[in-house]
């Protein structure tokens, strides 16, 4: 069936006027913010954000692209829309804001689940990086996300201000007596972000009312929040594709919003779908049309979603939307650390208070911890393997020039870079990988040669050691005659027992510590925790340090490939102190001597950074 559109055909011719939209004014344009570009100094070290090019001599990393006099981005084959002045509009001193929905949106993501302590917890750690805005959720959804506002106030709020989200009035009924306007109202937060239809196809199919109908609730839900003193975000869900559908209406409903007071309009590319170019069109003819705040919220579907953010501040956007870690439902939103460190680094933005960008990667890690998610390591700029090179042949190269093989400074933006270690690495890796850990090899060429020789022959067997630092470290310390001693094993027993549907296991270690012998059982619920029980039983009185160190990760890979009759067993195991996180890694054809060997060394690495005495010191 064809919808009934006659009373609405005025939207749908795109070059016909948008009814009441605010005509562009004036011709100042936004300041661009202080150069505060990462630059190179001759030497190839990185000088920090601020430094003046002149002082080092140096050249600047990103020269290819600078913002206009304008303070925006040349993009190629994309002019402003014509006749209008482009984002003149917009207020000279507007600078970009960084909307945080994480608590809302990114909340969406499969296997993501917050409890009201947690949305806290990541509410003050947003704040404390000194994000504008955090969407604190949509209490009219869920009773958790009430009581998150209810105690929003338990937070000191340093940076951030709180938004509360919601939908426009429901149909054909009056905005002062709608019960969830009411209780957005109630969360009584400065900002109110309201979501509103404004493609077509939803406002016919998905709320199955008039167009007519749908901006005036627009309007009615904007100018009810305006009228009791509220900040209005309003968030023009679907707009992308609306405005590819019928552009006239897209924009009506737009000025529907800003006639009622609206401050922002968040243009919304809900499906994920849109491409950067399309996005940048489609931004700047809106800015030209809009004297108020533009902003983009992107997901994404097409892996575009922080490309469509970048792209969207060049063509005039000054408001993004975006979530920690690129959290939310399919294929995530925008990762707003990304978006940050983007604009912040390569594109002149002062986002967040000075020297606040240094705290984005442990940010990111906090949330994800708190979010009970395996933080990616491949996550751009903040991941542990941001900067990490595998590169037997560069690695000279790499201590020499870092700046050359890395984008950004990684202590820019909290990271460090690292150099993995492979069975293809050279001596100068091994080098480097050693003065990463505090051990200087170079003067004794034997010894790294030694080193090389003991990685190769452990990777023949089946170690890895990319991802397992601590172990390297300690084969490092044991071919160097460094590695402290904290143990010895005389020997364990583990006994497997099922009785019913429950598993049951029984671990006996006995250990020699000094001239003691110490025999602790433990038990637990498979051979890996009970050794781990009687092991650390075994070693209490003597290292009180243990109670700090904790398991918070155990993967088990079966190798075959080398001989076919007997597959080997690989153990990562990843330990964890109040100070952070180190892998080791465990080889056999059984897997509790696996397990052990991964453990053991866990724990021994862990004594090591608590700096615990050793029975055996580490010699030289
Ligand atoms: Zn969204």
Redesign the pocket.
């Known amino acids: 069936m064809t919808p009934d559109r006659p009373a609405h055909s005025n939207y749908s011719n795109p070059d016909q006027p948008v009814p009441s939209f605010t005509p562009p004014t004036g011709t100042s344009a936004p300041e661009p913010s202080p150069a505060s570009v990462q630059r190179l100094a001759a030497d190839g070290t990185w000088a920090g954000a601020g430094d003046s090019a002149a002082a080092g001599g140096g050249v600047e990393v990103t020269a290819a692209q600078r913002p206009g006099a304008d303070g925006m981005l040349p993009v190629p084959g994309v002019a402003p829309a014509a006749g209008t002045g482009g984002h003149a509009a917009r207020p000279a001193t507007e600078r970009v804001e960084i909307y945080d ?1 994480t608590l809302r ?1 990114g909340s ?1 993501q499969v296997g993501l689940d917050l409890t009201v302590e947690d949305k806290l917890r990541v509410a003050a750690a947003l704040d404390s990086l000194g994000v504008d805005v955090v969407e604190g959720g949509w209490p009219g959804s869920n009773p958790k996300d009430a009581e998150f506002f209810a105690r929003a106030g338990e937070l000191p709020w340093r940076n951030a201000t709180l938004a509360a989200f919601g939908a426009t009035r429901r149909p054909n009924r009056d905005a002062d007596a709608d019960p969830d306007l009411a209780t957005l109202l109630a969360a009584n937060t400065p900002i109110v972000t309201l979501v509103g239809k404004a493609w077509t196809l939803h406002v016919d199919e998905a709320l199955r009312t008039t167009r007519d109908e749908n901006l005036a609730m627009v309007a009615d839900s904007v100018r009810f929040f305006v009228r009791e003193g509220r900040r209005v975000v309003f968030d023009a869900e679907h707009f992308f594709d609306g405005y590819v559908a019928d552009p006239g209406y897209a924009l009506a409903v737009l000025a529907a919003a800003t006639d009622a007071g609206a401050d922002t309009l968040a243009l ?1 590319d ?1 499906n994920g779908g849109t491409l950067p170019d399309d996005i940048v069109r489609v931004v700047r003819d809106v800015t030209s049309r809009f004297g108020v705040r533009i902003g983009v ?1 992107c ?1 994404n579907d097409s892996a575009c979603a922080v490309a469509n953010s970048l792209v969207a501040v060049g063509g005039g956007a000054t408001h993004i ?1 975006g979530a920690a870690n690129g959290y ?2 399919r294929c995530g ?1 925008a990762d707003l650390f990304a978006v940050i460190a983007g604009l912040e680094l390569k594109r002149d933005f002062e986002l967040l208070p000075k020297g606040r960008l240094a705290a984005l990667a442990s940010t990111a890690r906090e949330i994800a911890e708190v979010a009970n998610l395996p933080f990616e390591p491949r996550q751009p700029y903040v991941g542990s393997s941001a900067f990490a090179t595998k590169a037997g042949l560069h690695a000279s190269a790499i201590a020499r020039r870092p700046d050359a093989y890395s984008h950004v400074d990684p202590a820019a933006v909290g990271n460090q870079a690292h150099v993995l270690v492979s069975e293809l690495a050279g001596r100068s890796n091994v080098l480097v990988k050693a003065a990463e850990m505090g051990l200087d090899l170079s003067a004794d060429p034997q010894l790294a040669t030694d080193v090389l020789d003991e990685i190769k022959a452990a990777e023949h067997r089946g170690y890895a050691f990319e991802a397992a630092d601590a172990s390297f470290e300690l084969l490092v310390r044991k071919v160097a005659g460094r590695r402290p001693a904290f143990f010895e094993l005389e020997g364990y027993r583990v006994v497997i027992e099922r009785a019913g549907t429950a598993d049951r296991s029984e671990a006996i270690v006995r250990l020699l510590l000094g001239e003691q012998r110490v025999v602790a059982v433990g038990e637990g619920v498979g051979p890996v925790h009970a050794l781990d029980q009687a092991l650390r039983k075994a070693l209490a009185d003597l290292y009180p340090e243990l109670a700090e160190i904790h398991l918070v990760d155990y993967k088990v890979r079966i190798l075959d490939g080398r001989a076919a009759t007997s597959a080997v067993t690989r153990v990562m195991l990843t330990s964890a102190d109040h100070q952070g996180e180190w892998t080791t890694v465990g080889v056999s054809d059984d897997i509790v001597t696996a397990s052990w060997e991964a453990l053991a060394d866990g724990l021994s690495y862990g004594l090591l950074r608590a700096g615990a005495d050793a029975l055996i010191p580490a010699t030289a």
Request: a negative charge; aromatic letters at 0%; one cysteine or more.
């Open positions: 929905t949106d969406q919304c809900t919220h997901h939307q939310g439902e939103n």
